[in-house]
């Protein structure tokens, strides 16, 4: 796995088709099945200074902004992303700093500065996870806040044979490997970590874990499409709050 490379591809991606996939992993939803309004994971955001990891095209700024902070900040890897987020913001009256780079490298935020870092579905994009948490970290104020979202390790071990959901990699595996990406003839390069490596890498980067959240809301399970069916039996989508200690 060579980090440039990741990065190029991966933030093409985002650059292109990304859009069409955003609208179940923006604030308030953590992701599918979860949300906001279930887990109660956000404190009173009146005054706070606030940055998104992966802030995509606005939305969940554009979220948090309508909750009364002080300042939002967010970085991104994609340019394209981050000219929508402008647009979005300003639409509505708005604005962020807004930061193009990696979630891997040192950009210049500011130290001991912030009372949350969030990131809805974006930490596992990220090729190295222990040294991402060490730098939001060190943006954070002590005591503040780090809350993240991504799918569900359980969720990409199973698929469906028939009427069945089976077992097809396992749970420990947390090697690299490719999707397919036909627009830009490339792929996509993933990693699906358990949820151990996570917490301890919160741990080495001196978080305490405060809440994890994987149970779907009720509300959401009706239906018999296959991603019900699938969230009725296994966790889709993990939300995890942490603060610095």
Not at 79 to 102: T, Y
Not at 111 to 119: G, H, I, K, P, Q
Not at 212 to 222: D, G, K, N, T, V
Request: aromatic share 10%; net charge negative.
């Amino acid at each position: 796995m060579e980090q440039n490379s990741v990065h190029r591809i991966n933030g093409l991606y985002w650059d292109t088709e990304g859009n069409r996939y955003l609208g179940a992993v923006v604030l308030p939803r953590y992701g599918a099945f979860l949300s906001e309004e279930k887990c109660r994971l956000l404190e009173d955001m009146a005054g706070k200074k606030v940055l998104e990891i992966g802030c995509g095209n606005g939305q969940s700024l554009c979220y948090m902004g309508e909750r009364g902070v002080s300042e939002l900040w967010g970085l991104d890897l994609s340019p394209e992303q981050l000219e929508r987020a402008k647009e979005n913001l300003a639409a509505r009256g708005m604005k962020a700093r807004l930061v193009c780079a990696p979630m891997e490298e040192e950009c210049g935020l500011p130290e001991a500065y912030f009372d949350l870092v969030y990131s809805i579905y974006a930490i596992g994009w990220t090729t190295d996870l222990e040294g991402t948490f060490h730098r939001i970290a060190s943006c954070l104020k002590k005591g503040g806040t780090f809350l993240f979202s991504w799918s569900h390790p359980i969720h990409k071990c199973v698929q469906r044979e028939g009427d069945r959901f089976v077992f097809q990699k396992s749970y420990f595996d947390g090697s690299w490997y490719t999707v397919p990406a036909d627009f830009c003839g490339g792929e996509l390069t993933l990693s699906d970590r358990t949820l151990s490596a996570y917490i301890n890498a919160l741990a080495g980067a001196g978080f305490a874990v405060e809440r994890l959240e994987e149970e779907p809301e009720e509300a959401l399970l009706a239906g018999e499409s296959e991603q019900a069916q699938r969230a009725r039996l296994l966790p889709l989508t993990f939300a995890l709050k942490a603060r610095k200690l």
